[in-house]
């Protein structure tokens, strides 16, 4: 099976899980990406069976309308019970990276609002210790080459990220904001890197997904769809 049937078979399942949790009437909150389009797709219809969805993106948004949802402002919700999201990497406690779509902020936001998130990927995004995947930074652009001189001085390797049509062109995210790419770093203490990481002026968010860490995770492995379910006393 290809990368993206393998999305698309672990997107399917959730529809299953997501209809299973969650009563008729539910609000719920989207995450970004190939894996959750594939997922907007398969639930489209049962768009009615929502009262609302909180979107992570302005791309999710525009997607959940064409496809029939009702899509809320965060603002307008005081919590959700379920959130549900894709991931650039997850370690076996559930700590990601995500980012790689550049809605790191909004993803977060969202997932803060929801009592649970179930994570969807593909076996691929399994990795034992976070950072191969390069890590993404959100920062306020005047702030960037500090922010970079930081993130070098600890080990990274940083690009500012172009858009992929124009490699002169910084990549601008839905907040304005642009994204420093970092590789090379080893993260075996997620938690603690997304707290320092947090602490540096002009950072707006980062994609070390540690406090809103996964509770479950569908994954396809062996072209099959298999449920982890993380601890909650999980070790960071
Ligand atoms: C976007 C994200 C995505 O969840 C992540 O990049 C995975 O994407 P895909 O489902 O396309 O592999 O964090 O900011």
């Known amino acids: 099976m290809t990368q993206d049937e393998l999305k698309q078979m672990v997107a399917t399942a959730a529809v299953q899980e ?20 594939y997922l907007i797709d398969a639930l489209q219809t049962h768009a009615s069976y929502f009262r609302g969805v909180v979107s992570s993106s302005d791309k999710t948004s525009q997607l959940l309308q064409e496809r029939g949802f009702k899509v809320l402002d965060a603002n307008q919700v005081t919590s959700l019970p379920l959130y549900i999201d894709g991931a650039d990497e997850i370690d ?10 550049g809605a790191l902020t909004r993803e977060k936001i969202v997932a803060s609002l929801a009592d649970q998130f179930i994570c969807i990927c593909d076996a691929t995004k399994l990795v034992n210790v976070l950072g191969v995947f390069p890590l993404p930074v959100e920062v306020i652009p005047m702030a ?14 940083v690009e500012l990220r172009k858009t992929k049509t124009d490699l002169n062109q ?14 090379g770093l080893v993260i075996d203490q997620p938690l ?15 994609g070390v997904f540690a406090v809103q860490s996964a509770d479950t995770l569908l994954v396809t492995l062996n072209d099959k769809v298999q449920t982890i379910h993380f601890r909650k006393d999980k070790n960071n």
Do not use: Y
Request: aromatic share 4%; net charge negative.
């Open 170 to 183: 910084n990549f601008v995210t839905d907040n304005q904001a642009w994204i420093l790419d970092v590789k």
């Open 18 to 37: 997501i209809l299973a949790i969650l009563p008729p009437q539910s609000l719920i909150g989207m995450g970004t990406g190939s894996t959750v389009n």
């Open 192 to 206: 603690a890197l997304e707290t320092q990481l947090n602490q540096l002026p002009g950072v707006i968010c980062n």
């Open 92 to 101: 076996p406690h559930g700590n990601m990276i995500k980012g790689g779509g």
């Open 144 to 157: 960037s080459a500090q922010i970079q001189r930081f993130l070098e001085s600890i080990g990274g390797n």
